[in-house]
């Protein structure tokens, strides 16, 4: 008996971005959440998870109204950024997001 070869099928494939299935304040704000549980402290991890939060809302928009370049913002909400708390706040209230504090 003569085994039956399979034809290969060619599977296309694309990055995930996050940002773009980031659509409301309420999905934005589960997103951050989430970064904020994975990895507790990790100012860079956040950072990052802000920045595609930002990305999914236009950065040249949230950079005019956090009063940085949109350059300066994309370096700063980078896995290898620092950003300022006023930026935080700054972009997090141009998003309708509320930056709150638990007891740990």
Partial sequence: MKKK????VKIETTAYDPADYLET????????EAAMEEA????AFFASALGDV???K???KIAKAAGVSRE??????SADG???LQTVFRVLDFL???FGVKAA
């Fill in 58 to 60: 236009g950065m040249t």
């Fill in 96 to 98: 309708g997001i509320r």
């Fill in 72 to 77: 300066t913002l994309y370096r700063s909400l």
């Fill in 40 to 43: 507790p402290g990790d100012v």
């Fill in 82 to 84: 620092n950003p300022g």
């Fill in 5 to 8: 070869i399979s034809k290969r």
């Fill in 54 to 56: 930002a990305r999914s």
């Fill in 25 to 32: 304040p309420k999905d934005c704000a589960a997103y951050l």
